[in-house]
């Protein structure tokens, strides 16, 4: 089942908040994640998908089915929400086989499959509980199983671990991408957490402003984002404004600086990328692009320092991060800068 | 502190209760604190005296049929209220939160008295009006307990669940509004009884000499004496509480 949403625009009325023009396509069995600030439109895509919106112009396909004339529960897509939405007057079985309650499935093989299910997400022991008696997690868990038990033809989760505690996160985040292999889900992630995202999508679509700014694996998002919002909403980073001032020579306004400058003309206005893990920390004598300064700001995280550096000239510190802060001077090596076309 | 003025209100209460209870079976009680003697005959005369019988009787059906009517009227009403406030500011829902509040019941029993007493529409004095009088003058109250719990428990997002999973809008209203309403129902319909049952003034307009209400009659008690008024008020608060309690038992088990 694959989904494609083809040139998707929405408007909220009295509003300019919304979609413009937004195109994704899922392949079969693929998690695409979308993030993207708060008010990017991440949530109305999702809710255009399942159906609880609807007005948009463009197509959403499933499998080349054109769903925007069907109504919600026509659509066969299964859902976990932020907030899990389980039935409070049901207990973890029934929630679990609500949907097969309204298709008619016979009461044996719905108990046979809901048993089944349970024990996949670990909670095999829990089926007679009230849901008031779960945890958070444990209730992510069975608003999981509950969306996969009708078999569905895509499965959309919203937010599903941002009520969740850190430590619980990373262990659903695996069980999660797990199971969605396992049903070979075509899946539609929508996330504020850029970490879940990379970490669990086949690729990455990122969101500002109702437009998509980038549709890529994790790690040509992370590596090679297209604009400066991409890089400043993916992963840390240092942007610095510069002009080309010949073949792989730009100039910063307070230095010179070396790096590929490609295809660019002299004169061009660019933005330069530098992650924190990219800086080098005390370079040795004769290491290109080095510059003095002294050091701001450090954070210990156990395995790195994560430090600001002044440079003079420039506004804003560099973030760097190494096992130990540089001292005196800093270097950005040529091959790990990317220019920004703005 | 805190202590001491809940029991300075209990007291202030439970008090008058108290009192009726004791004059109820005190065989004469005048100008001293308590009555003296004891006697059961208050209760005895109220049993022979048919008004009382019949009233009793009135007070209950109409309490039990206002509660019926509104659980099917408050229920969707309330549930559209909901949706319609999130779609369209809240205004209606305003108006009918206020309406209890704004309308007294004299107004309300003024306007049936004038609508319903026309050659077209002849039923001033029957016991059907009688009804629709107490289920409209009591279905705010219902809905607004029902709405107040519909934004609680945020039955929207449930119901989009339900909706993702494959259910109609009325399969969702059935198996997931309705249920998750149960416990304001009740709360609800306990409200609805005891207010019909307790109701004086719009009664007291509307119903013919056969179709009286229990409070309606027990005005006339007060003419007499002292004992058999208490007897009647004691038997008026049973009344309340017993068709509270009905009702919400009727509910539970369903």
Known sequence: MSLVLDKVSYHYAGTTHGLSDVSIDIRTGELVAVIGPSGSGKSTLLKLVAGLESGNTGSILLDGDDLSRKPVHQRHIGMVFQSYALFPHLNVAENVAYGLKLRKVPAAERSRKGSELLELVGLGEFAARPISKLSGGQQQRVALARALAIDPRALLLDEPLAALDAGIRGHLRDQIRTLQKRFNATTLLVTHDQEEALTMADRVAVLKDGRLLQLATPRDIYERPASC?????????????????????????????????????????????????????????????????????????????????????????????????????????????????? | MVRGVAVAYGIYLLLPIALLLIGSVGSSWTNSLLPTGLTGRWYLELWDDPSFRRAFTTSLVVALASCVINTLLAVPLAYSLYHGARRRGSFAAKIVSAMPVAVPTITLGFGYMIVF????????????????????????????????????????????????????????????????????????????????????????????????????????????????????????????????LVSSSVIKKS
């Open chain 2, 117 to 244: 007493n026309t050659d077209l529409m002849p039923w001033l004095g029957s016991l059907p009006l009688l009804i629709a009088a107490h289920a409209v003058h009591t279905l705010p109250y219902l809905t607004n307990t029902l709405l107040a719990d519909l934004r609680h428990l945020n039955l929207a997002r449930l119901e989009s669940a339900a909706a993702t999973l494959g259910a109609r809008p009325l399969q969702s209203f059935l198996g997931i509004v309705v249920p998750n309403l149960r416990q304001s129902l009740i709360s609800g319909l306990v409200m609805v009884a005891a207010i019909s049952v307790g109701e004086f003034g719009l009664s007291n307009l509307l119903t013919s000499f056969q179709n009286r209400t229990y409070p309606v009659v027990l005005l006339q008690a007060f003419y007499g004496a002292t004992g058999f008024a208490c007897a009647a008020t004691v038997i008026l608060l049973l009344l309340a509480s017993t068709s509270a």
């Open chain 1, 229 to 342: 919002a991409v890089a400043e909403f993916v992963g840390l980073s240092t942007l610095m404004p510069a002009i080309v001032t010949g073949d792989g020579q730009l100039d910063l306004g307070f230095a010179q600086l070396r790096a590929d400058t490609g295809a660019r003309k002299r004169g061009d206005a660019v933005t330069v990328l530098v992650r924190p893990e990219h800086v080098q920390a005390n370079p040795p004598a004769g290491a290109p692009n080095v510059f003095t300064g002294r050091v701001g700001t450090q954070r210990y995280l156990g395995s790195v320092v994560r430090y600001d550096f002044h440079l003079p000239g420039l506004q804003r510190p560099v973030l760097a991060e190494s096992r130990e802060a540089a001292t005196q001077s800093i270097a950005f090596p040529p091959e790990h800068i990317r220019l920004l076309d703005q």
